[in-house]
Nanobody
Framework: QVQLVESGGGLVQAGGSLRLSCAAS????????MGWYHQAPGKQRELVAA???????SYADSVKGRFTISRDNAKNTVYLQMNVLKPEDTAVYYC???????????????WGQGTQVTVSS
């Protein structure tokens, strides 16, 4: 079983920055994509950013131009650099690894434990 360990959340003022990290507890083969989701109180979990095995990144419209996702394949780690933070970014942030179940083509999702990001106005 793969465990994902997140770090980097906290309290920041509007306009500030935070960097989230998510590392796997062991080497993982067949990672198709890595991503970050957030979930605000009373709302559904939403995709914030994702990055493919080839390095192609995609973002929710609400964070484009402010957030950057990156990955270090050698370290099985994904990062989310969050700049110009807004109060509406306040949420619990979860990392996700979508992993191919070798030798099939099926996929499995692994999730981090979540880290709180709070942006004060």
């Amino acid at each position: 079983q793969v465990q994902l360990v997140e770090s980097g959340g906290g309290l920041v003022q509007a306009g500030g920055s935070l960097r989230l990290s998510c590392a796997a507890s062991r080497s993982v083969w067949g990672i198709n994509s890595m991503g970050w989701y957030h979930q605000a109180p009373g709302k559904q979990r939403e995709l914030v950013a994702a990055i493919s095995s080839g390095g192609t990144a995609s973002y929710a419209d609400s964070v484009k131009g402010r957030f950057t996702i990156s990955r270090d394949n050698a370290k099985n780690t994904v990062y989310l650099q969050m700049n110009v933070l807004k109060p509406e970014d306040t949420a619990v942030y979860y990392c996700n690894f979508r992993v191919r179940i070798l030798p099939t083509t099926r996929e499995a999702d692994y999730w981090g434990q979540g880290t709180q990001v709070t942006v004060s106005s």
